[in-house]
């Protein structure tokens, strides 16, 4: 069965500093899918990055860039310039190649980015 | 509007109600899905509905009945509620790709429901 272990529960980040927020998985699927959303006060969940298995580079979008280490059944997300608009939680999900409809959830983050 | 948006976005009813939850998606997806978030837990997914059809059902109790009458528009029929089923329900939507590919999810805000 897949897993995503998210270990902080909360952190905190200076303003327009770096942070890494981390996420582990277990997955017995030699292909699929890691994601990273980000979910405001408000509720909605929000894309943020997408890193496939088999992709050799570490995914960018932005100030968001993930740190995938496939041996290490990692993929955690660094935020740069840390903007207090970025203050919210953050999840990471896996999908599995038989199933990508069906995402497998971490417990999340919360950051929260002082002035 | 744009994205996908849910109605109502905060819902307080009693255990003998009635309500609907609604989803709508504006991005020319055809798959839609209903998952539930709860304090201190993972996101559940609930149901999928891919090409109008529901295949995915996780155990989900029949007080809770989904109805997709086309790709873009989803219900979430509630009847006889328990107060454990306070929650955020959040919609979402993708695009079904070829099989292999991964598809993204993209999420509506949300429909904060209390039960009394």
């Known amino acids: 069965a897949q897993k995503i272990t998210q270990t902080q529960p909360g952190m905190f980040v200076q303003e327009k500093e770096a942070v890494t927020l981390d996420c582990t998985y277990d997955t017995s699927d030699p292909s699929y899918g890691l994601f990273w959303y980000k979910q405001p006060s408000s509720g909605e969940m929000i894309f943020l990055i997408y890193?496939?298995?088999?992709d050799q580079q570490n995914a960018t979008e932005g100030r968001y860039s993930l740190n995938f280490q496939k041996a290490r059944k990692s993929a955690n997300l660094v935020i740069s310039a840390s903007q207090l608009g970025d203050s919210a939680m953050y999840f990471c999900?896996?999908?599995?190649?038989?199933?990508?409809?069906?995402?497998?959830w971490g417990l999340g983050t919360s950051l929260a980015v002082n002035p | 509007e744009t994205g996908v948006t849910q109605t109502p976005r905060h819902l307080v009813m009693g255990m003998t109600n009635k309500k609907s939850l609604k989803c709508e998606q504006h991005?020319?997806?055809?798959?839609m899905y209903w998952y539930k978030q709860s304090a201190k837990k993972p996101l559940e997914l609930m149901f999928v509905y891919s090409l109008e059809e529901r295949v995915e059902n996780n155990s989900v109790p029949s007080r809770f009945s989904p109805e997709c009458p086309n790709s873009s528009h989803l219900f979430l029929h509630l009847h006889t509620l328990q107060p454990e089923d306070s929650a955020l329900y959040l919609c979402?939507?993708?695009?079904?790709?070829?099989?292999?590919?991964?598809?993204?999810?993209?999420f509506g805000p949300g429909t904060r429901l209390t039960v009394l």
């Open positions: 979402a939507s993708s695009q079904v790709g070829s099989s292999g590919s991964t598809d993204t999810q993209y």
């Open positions: 890193q496939g298995s088999y």
């Open positions: 991005l020319g997806h055809n798959a």
């Open positions: 999900a896996i999908s599995s190649a038989g199933n990508n409809r069906k995402l497998i």
